[in-house]
């Protein structure tokens, strides 16, 4: 395989398949303030492109950290990582990861002058965990706690921070959004760790797959992709969500099938299921946010 040029190596360092994870939480977030009448066009595109930006760093610092303690090899057989393959200097992707952190905060300062202390403490979480997610004395998907970041940042924070910002409140709606996309962003990671199980243990990267084993990567997959829609069903039977979320139900058909297609493959084969499980989260999100439109 040729290696890419320049432009092409940089935009698959950002893993494009992966950025509807750092979009979605924001529109429904969105969604969720303007069901309240406080719909605010600036602070919710600040958030959309603040959010990217951490997202893009993530993924910048966790080709450069990955690279540095031998996660990523020759042996991998997930998607080409920029550094591993030399299409980007590791000094360089380093600076890149700092660039992008500086980018989003100053976006952050923005959103800081609109939310105060909470998005203050909010945005210095995500940044710190930008970068100890797999760098750092103990990164946080070194140890088994990938998982639990990618949902209280991506799912729980983000949803909630971006209402904060909107409407200075976090109605009970915004909890349960927050919840189901953090479940389904965390859908997208157990299948990467599924896949790169055997090369994270011979790296020591002690992910929930490799710590519990296949079956039980399998059965988070499924509680992940399928816990959003009990949890929509549950909030609109007991009053706390309007009727219109059952329209997520659209996407349950996605969902199931995700479901059936990873317990049955493993190895390189998961590497469709990545993007596979982006799209329910995708479709989930966009189909959440028509369900808020009042």
């Given at each position: 395989m040729s290696p890419p040029g320049v432009m092409t190596a940089w935009w698959l360092a950002t893993r494009p398949k992966t950025l509807a994870a750092g979009i979605v939480p924001v529109l429904v977030g969105t969604a969720v303030a303007q069901m309240h009448g406080g719909f605010q066009l600036l602070p919710a595109f600040a958030c959309i492109i603040g959010s990217l930006l951490i997202q893009i760093a993530t993924n910048l610092a966790n080709d450069y950290f990955d690279h540095k303690k031998g996660a990523d090899t020759e042996a991998r057989i997930g998607p080409a990582r920029a550094v591993q393959k030399g299409w980007i200097a590791p000094r360089t992707m380093a600076i890149a990861t700092l660039f992008c952190l500086t980018l989003a905060l100053l976006v952050g300062l923005y959103l800081i002058n609109i939310g105060g202390w909470p998005i203050a403490a909010i945005g210095v979480a995500s940044l710190v965990c930008a970068v100890a997610y797999t760098g750092g004395p103990v990164p946080l998907a070194y140890v088994g706690l990938g998982d639990l970041f990618v949902f209280l940042f991506f799912g729980l924070a983000a949803v909630g921070g971006t209402v904060f910002v909107q409407l200075l409140y976090v109605p009970q709606e915004a909890w349960?959004?927050?919840?189901?996309?953090?479940?389904?962003?965390?859908?997208?990671?157990?299948?990467?760790?599924?896949?790169?199980?055997?090369?994270?243990?011979?790296?020591?990267?002690?992910?929930?797959?490799?710590?519990?084993?296949?079956?039980?990567?399998?059965?988070?997959?499924?509680?992940?992709?399928?816990?959003?829609?009990?949890?929509?069903?549950?909030?609109?039977?007991?009053?706390?969500?309007?009727?219109?979320?059952?329209?997520?139900?659209?996407?349950?058909?996605?969902?199931?099938?995700?479901?059936?297609?990873?317990?049955?493959?493993?190895?390189?084969?998961?590497?469709?299921h990545l993007a596979g499980a982006a799209r329910v989260e995708l479709v989930f999100g966009l189909l959440l946010c028509v369900g808020s439109w009042q």
């Open positions: 349960i959004a927050g919840a189901c996309i953090g479940l389904l962003a965390t859908a997208i990671l157990v299948v990467n760790n599924l896949r790169d199980r055997e090369t994270d243990e011979v790296a020591n990267k002690r992910t929930l797959a490799v710590r519990f084993g296949p079956k039980v990567a399998r059965t988070e997959h499924m509680l992940c992709l399928i816990m959003p829609y009990v949890l929509i069903g549950g909030a609109v039977m007991t009053g706390i969500a309007p009727l219109g979320w059952l329209v997520t139900f659209v996407s349950l058909p996605l969902a199931v099938k995700e479901v059936r297609d990873v317990n049955q493959k493993d190895g390189p084969a998961l590497n469709v």
